[in-house]
């Protein structure tokens, strides 16, 4: 599937049960930029493979264990409207951390690498969310 904001090849993953409510429209899967980091909504479970989702297309700074990548992408792709999906956010970093990832590291890192041009600042929302932790 390609990214409808920059024609990337996406990273199609089924989202988990627990995670749906955070997913575009609820989705039971997303498909993930590794170039603008945008997400979305994939039109249907045909684009998962019962492989492993390739996150390590997006960065070697992005996790890729399933358990710590599929929040960070939900929470980044959430990042574009920071207000209203405040609390989601909040659930899925602390999701991340949990598994065992530095979510607000992985920002900075996302941030510094030059292969990725992402649809949101993301050193802007890495701030505001550090300022949210506080």
């Known amino acids: 599937m390609a990214c409808s904001a920059c024609g990337s090849a996406t990273i199609s993953f089924a989202v988990p ?27 249907t479970a045909d684009e998962v493979t019962t492989d492993e989702p390739d996150f390590t297309r997006v960065s070697d700074r992005f996790p890729t264990q399933p358990e710590r990548a599929i929040p960070l992408a939900l929470a980044i792709g959430l990042c574009s409207s920071l207000a209203t ?29 030059p292969s990725i041009e992402p649809a949101i600042d993301l050193e802007r929302r890495r701030h505001q969310l550090e300022q949210l932790r506080d």
Not at 24 to 38: E, I, T, Y
């Open 17 to 43: 049960a627990e995670h749906r409510p955070d997913a575009p429209s609820g989705a039971a899967v997303a498909s993930f930029c590794p170039h603008c980091l945008s997400l979305e909504s994939a039109p």
């Open 85 to 113: 999906n405040r609390a989601a956010i909040e659930s899925l970093l602390e999701t991340v951390e949990r598994a065992g990832a530095d979510p607000l590291l992985v920002f900075d890192r996302l941030s510094a690498d």
